[in-house]
Nanobody, 127 residues
Framework: QVQLAESGGGLVQAGGSLRLSCAASGRTSSTYAMGWFRQAPGKEREFVAALSWIGGSTDYADSVKGRFTISRDNAKNTMLLQMNSLKPEDTAVYYC????????????????????WGQGTQVTVSS
């Protein structure tokens, strides 16, 4: 199994920045990629960004392109999400998740590609 722990959420004013972290532990050797999703109250969970563990390719939702950057700290087995120019519509609970090798042909933007999920961290952007 894989354990994921998000951190770094909080309250920030519009235009501000936050950096989210997702620490992975356990059987991470079968990880193909990792991703961030978010869910706002009353809305479905939506894709934010993903990073391939092999090759380092990235995907971003159109709504965050140019503002968010996904990266990896190899030494700490941690995935990061740098969020700049935050908007009130970015308010949501942010979840990290792992895509296993067995689902590598799934689209990384689809939540069904992921097997393990963290508990989530709240991000609130005030106007």
């Amino acid at each position: 199994q894989v354990q994921l722990a998000e951190s770094g959420g909080g309250l920030v004013q519009a235009g501000g920045s936050l950096r989210l972290s997702c620490a992975a532990s356990g059987r991470t050797s079968s990880t193909y990629a990792m991703g961030w999703f978010r869910q706002a109250p009353g809305k479905e969970r939506e894709f934010v960004a993903a990073l391939s563990w092999i090759g380092g390719s990235t995907d971003y939702a159109d709504s965050v392109k140019g503002r968010f950057t996904i990266s990896r700290d190899n030494a700490k087995n941690t995935m990061l999400l740098q969020m700049n120019s935050l908007k009130p519509e970015d308010t949501a609970v942010y979840y990290c998740a792992t895509q296993p090798v067995s689902r590598r042909f799934y689209s990384r933007t689809d939540y069904s590609a992921y097997d393990y999920w963290g508990q989530g961290t709240q991000v609130t952007v005030s106007s």
